[in-house]
């Protein structure tokens, strides 16, 4: 009798047990499909509070542009002409900074079909913005509607070609006189630049062939040029900055001081020889090309060479300007080599000239080459009205030997 009893209540506690688990788990299946009803009801509410505009509208709105225009589409897939930046749509709160300060201003997004520009308009209205609209149907209506779209991932093959660029000009019997005269130093040139068996044929040899610059011999010719630029006698160094204000301190600059490579002090070579074979015309117009182009390490033109990379370009402008080649091509040559010294820079300034509708082989180099774009001043405001970049960058070397 006393066994049956505990059979018996045995089986009641595994009943009672098995009551509770299946009870406690209808609870948790009926509290998850609350939530998710809830927030099933809560999506439309999303999408119901955010205005649209369609394609067509987008369109006229863009011929007389006065609002802010933001891709949302992750990953990157192209983008409308005049976007003004790009924002992964689940980055929104991380990137914050980089919104309009005025929580009135107007802006527009978009994505791919509308779906992630929906949800980043969401999160812009609780942010307090009051002036927000998504494009509805997002690139794929815009394309439907007969907009294009501009794929600014193929810019780093044309602002920095694998092979590089070409210039006008040869290195000629450059490198060897270099050494003769002591403006480099052999031992010590080869000890610090890293030279493949070309190179050093430039250096002891000279070479006939024109010069190439690409990724892996950018920091070779800035040196080279460096070298010619710091020996050659210029206008630059009599009448320019260096010349007159700076002239008791030309030596303290990177471009003089920092030269290391020579045989003797830098200053020995200094504005001392003749390199490049140059008429009194042809020196003031040397001077004059080399007012209009900057860098952006700094905020000095070429006139003012204070850095390796500035004593350089007025080296390579001084050959071409002795071949009597055209300002056109002088300074497309220039911006050839300044975007292979500042990859990062002109990555961002052609980025910004193609939301413009302006493609990076159709610029006035003269213009990109001036202030505005490529001082240091210019450049730090064309790369806040850029932002981040919506694709791998390539930065450039220092202004060092």
């Not at 049956?4 to 948790?28: A, Y």
């Not at 891709?71 to 976007?83: A, D, L, Q, W």
């Not at 200053?267 to 008429?279: P, R």
């Not at 990555?347 to 180099?365: E, L």
Request: hydrophobic share 40%; charged share 20%.
């Amino acid at each position: 009798m006393k066994k049956l009893k505990k059979k018996q209540k045995l089986l009641l506690s595994k009943f009672l047990t098995s009551s509770f688990l299946i009870l406690f788990g209808f609870i948790l299946s009926f509290t998850f499909f609350k939530t998710n009803v809830q927030t099933l009801n809560f999506l439309p509410s999303i999408s119901n509070s955010v205005a649209a505009i369609n394609s067509k509208d987008l369109i006229k709105k863009l011929e007389n542009k006065n609002f802010t225009l933001i891709n949302v589409h992750t990953p990157y897939e192209g983008e409308i002409e005049k976007t003004d930046i790009f924002i992964n749509y689940d980055e929104i709160l991380a990137s914050k900074d980089k919104l309009p300060q005025d929580k009135n201003a107007e802006i527009v997004l978009y994505c791919k079909t509308g779906r992630m520009s929906t949800e980043a308009a969401a999160t812009l209205l609780n942010l307090g913005y009051t002036d927000v609209k998504h494009l509805n149907g997002g690139m794929d209506a815009w394309k439907k509607e007969g907009g294009s779209l501009i794929d600014l991932s193929k810019l780093p093959e044309q602002v920095l070609p694998q092979e590089g660029f070409t210039l006008p000009v040869s290195w000629g019997s450059l490198g060897p006189r270099l050494i003769q005269l002591g403006v480099i130093d052999q031992a010590k040139f080869e000890k610090v630049v890293k030279m493949d068996n070309t190179q050093k044929e430039i250096l002891t040899k000279g070479s006939d062939s024109l010069i190439t610059i690409n990724t892996q011999n950018s920091q070779f010719v800035v040196d080279m040029l460096w070298a010619v630029g710091l020996g050659q006698k210029s206008l630059v160094y009599d009448e320019g900055p260096m010349g007159k204000e700076y002239k008791n301190k030309a030596g303290n600059f990177a471009s003089t001081g920092g030269w290391s490579l020579a045989k003797g002090s830098a200053m020995a070579h200094y504005n001392k020889h003749d390199l490049i074979s140059l008429t009194a015309e042809q020196h003031k117009r040397v001077m004059d090309i080399a007012g209009h182009v900057y860098r952006p390490c700094c905020g000095n033109h070429t006139a003012f060479p204070d850095c390796n990379h500035g004593m350089a370009a007025l080296a390579a402008i001084e050959m071409m300007v002795s071949l009597n080649m055209s300002d056109e091509s002088i300074y497309k040559s220039v911006l050839e080599l300044n975007s292979f010294w500042f990859g990062s820079t002109y990555m961002t300034t052609a980025t910004y000239f193609a939301r413009q509708g302006i493609s990076w082989d159709k610029v006035d180099a003269k213009e990109v080459l001036g202030a505005k774009y490529s001082s240091g001043q210019g450049a730090a405001e064309i790369a806040k009205k850029v932002n981040p970049l919506p694709y791998e960058s390539k930065s450039g070397g220092g202004c060092g030997a």
